[in-house]
């Protein structure tokens, strides 16, 4: 078993930051891909930010330039800086690691189970 706990969701104001942590633990080979989406109410969950395990990112186009996600492979953990947040932003955002597991030869998806943001206006 794999597990993904996230912590340093929360209520910040518009414009105001908050850094989001996620660490994997468990049965663990190898880590490729690991990010993070994001869920509002109503809609559907969406990618993000997405970094490999060599260090190369992608962000969706709505975050470019005011988030910025980095890990450390030692500590199998992931981050999200979140800077000049807006209230488009509040979402449920989950953590998602790809993750071979000890004596297996492919990887499986692993989530989190979500850490709410909040932005106010």
């Known amino acids: 078993q794999v597990q993904l706990v996230e912590s340093g969701g929360g209520l910040v104001q518009a414009g105001g930051s908050l850094r989001l942590s996620c660490a994997a633990s468990g049965s663990i080979g190898r880590i490729d891909a690991m990010g993070w989406y994001r869920q509002a109410p109503g809609k559907q969950r969406e990618l993000v930010a997405i970094i490999t395990s060599g260090g190369r990112t992608n962000y969706a186009h709505s975050v470019n330039g005011r988030f910025s996600i980095s890990r450390d492979n030692a500590k199998n953990t992931v981050y999200l800086q979140m800077n000049s947040l807006k209230p488009e932003d509040t979402a449920v955002y989950y953590c998602?690691?790809?993750?071979?597991?000890?004596?297996?030869?492919?990887?499986?998806?692993?989530w989190g189970q979500g850490t709410q943001v909040t932005v106010s206006s």
């Open positions: 998602y690691a790809e993750v071979v597991r000890h004596t297996m030869i492919f990887p499986t998806d692993s």
